[in-house]
């Protein structure tokens, strides 16, 4: 591993249903905001989950026309806002980079459903006999590598451009994947993270089919989400997107760019247990972490923070915290802070990794770590450190964050503070 490059983050976009933006996102996390609401999308009215983490405030049409949104999904605009931003913030602008720069440029970017809300809308008109309303593009844009073609044509990248569709853990993935290109040189940029818009009436029924998301809430969405909890009852449907620029480090040394977090390991594993269950042992997510540790170099005595994965589901988070456990060390694990944003924003499914980086990055650069919300009566078996509200200040140097998703999949990565 001495003999690989360095990469580091040096810009971060967000567009969460708690905030737009990275510093409307940022004063959202550490104030522990809820942007979980009543759906608006569609008539929610006769289904037992009526809340989500929806973003009633974003402009599609500012990021693409109008004649293009009847081709695309709605995942698009969010992906092209966060990746927009990811720039500025890292002062680059694509136009004015050289060819030779461009193709070594990549684009690898997370997504669990991709543009499964537009596939749903076409196959809609389709069975209603509305033929000549469906899209051209019907095909294309439902096809999940589409998603970071777009992004490669909007922006003139020329290198990788590949989606990385694992479920949950996609953009979790997709950042390793990331780091690995730019590790053995095969590129010195890349925009990765990821998104993902599953609202949308059939995806909801699908869910509901499962008995996995909440239902107790519907009067007071801001409590729906409530991750550790003893009264849990499943998580809450989200969309939104993460995005960063990834960045060799003598590259980004070179131009004086700001250097947000350094990524020093990942670590996966599959459990091969069951399409939707986990096992209750916790011991692949715990490998997961410890193999992300072990490329890091660090130990658990080194961990200064973890941000959980922290569906909100019973199984999930009574796992998880066996998991960390096993990985850290009971001892250890009790005293590391770790948090849930999904507490926050709802479960925005294969982006939720790239959402608990950028969380993990507020918590290295404020020093404050942003709390978990809804934990008023924490489940006996959820018994680990996990900062309910206000927050907390902390100095945070490594930190974890973690991911599970249906089909047994595990992925970890470590962050390093640069100072």
Not at 217 to 225: E, L, R, Y
Request: glycine residues 10%; charged residues 20%; proline residues 5%.
């Amino acid at each position: 591993m001495a003999s690989k490059r360095r990469v580091v983050i040096t810009g971060m976009g967000a567009v969460s249903p708690n905030g737009i933006g990275r510093k409307a996102f940022t004063e959202a996390a550490l104030a522990g905001r809820s942007g979980v609401r009543r759906i608006s999308r569609f008539d929610a009215s006769q289904l037992s989950v009526q809340i989500a983490g929806e973003i009633p405030d974003f402009d599609e049409l500012a990021w693409v026309d109008k004649k293009e949104r009847r081709q695309v999904s709605r995942v698009l605009p969010l992906a092209i806002a966060a990746a927009s931003e990811a720039f500025s913030d890292a002062g680059i602008d694509p136009a004015k980079l050289p060819l030779a720069e461009l193709r070594r440029f990549g684009v690898i970017i997370g997504s669990g459903g991709g543009s499964q809300d537009f596939t749903e809308q076409q196959y809609d008109l389709f069975f209603h006999d509305k033929h000549r309303q469906m899209s051209v593009h019907c095909v294309p844009t439902t096809v999940m590598g589409t998603l970071s073609s777009d992004l490669s044509i909007r922006f003139g990248l020329r290198g990788s451009s590949h989606v990385v569709t694992t479920g949950c853990t996609s953009s979790t993935d997709a950042l390793s994947y990331a780091m690995r290109q730019i590790q053995t040189g095969r590129a010195d940029l890349i925009l990765s993270g990821g998104a993902d818009s599953p609202i949308a009436l059939g995806i909801v029924k699908g869910f509901l089919l499962m008995k996995i998301l909440t239902t107790a809430w519907n009067d007071a969405p801001q409590k729906g989400s409530r991750p550790f909890s003893v009264d849990r009852d499943g998580f809450v449907l989200a969309e939104g997107s993460w995005m960063f620029v990834l960045e060799e480090y003598e590259h980004a040394k070179a131009r004086g760019a700001q250097m947000l977090a350094e990524i020093v390991g990942y670590g996966s594993t599959c459990e091969a247990f069951h399409r939707v269950r986990l096992q209750e042992c916790g011991e692949e997510p715990a490998r997961a972490i410890g193999l992300a540790m072990k490329e890091a170099g660090v130990g658990p005595q080194d961990i200064h923070y973890v941000n959980l994965h922290g569906t909100s589901t019973q199984l999930n988070d009574r796992i998880e915290t066996r998991a960390l456990k096993l990985a850290l060390g009971e001892e250890r694990a009790h005293q590391v802070p770790m948090s849930a944003l999904k507490s926050q924003i709802g479960h925005p499914q294969g982006a939720c990794g790239a959402a608990g980086v950028a969380a993990t990055i507020i918590a290295m650069q404020t020093g404050q770590i942003p709390p978990t919300l809804n934990l008023e009566t924490p489940d006996p078996v959820c018994d680990l450190d996990y900062v309910p509200q206000p927050g907390r200040k902390a100095e945070v140097e490594h930190a974890i964050a973690n991911c599970i998703a249906f089909g047994s999949k595990n992925s970890a990565l470590v962050l390093r503070r640069i100072a």
